[in-house]
Nanobody, 126 residues
């Protein structure tokens, strides 16, 4: 059974940093584009961005560009989301998702993905 597990959420002050990880129990992990979505209360799901299966292409939403870095370790079946200069508006449930051999634009436009995690709460206090 495929699982995506995202530990690493929590409460952080504005201006602080947080690193989320997503461990995937997926066979052929290196063939999956990995992305991050977030959803704040009362708001639509937002594609934060992601990294393609080969690690050669990344996408960052305008709302996080310059403050967020994606990386992946195919040896550990894990993808990371490093967030810096956090703002209260970054408060949301963050979920990782996996789509096989999918470009990032397509991933961001999808309403459902091949696999997705349960999500982890990130709360940024002002």
């Amino acid at each position: 059974q495929v699982q995506l597990v995202e530990p690493g959420g929590g409460l952080v002050q504005a201006g602080g940093s947080l690193r989320l990880s997503c461990a995937a129990s997926i066979r052929s992990f290196s063939t999956y584009t990995m992305g991050w979505f977030r959803q704040a209360p009362g708001k639509e799901r937002e594609f934060v961005g992601g990294i393609n299966w080969s690690g050669t292409s990344l996408y960052y939403a305008d709302s996080v560009k310059g403050r967020v870095t994606f990386s992946r370790d195919n040896g550990k079946n894990t993808v990371y989301l490093q967030m810096n200069s956090l703002k209260p508006e970054d408060t949301a449930v963050y979920s990782c998702a996996a789509d096989r051999f999918t470009d990032l634009q397509t991933m961001g436009a999808r309403t459902s993905n091949d696999y997705w995690g349960q999500g982890t709460q990130v709360t940024v206090s002002s």
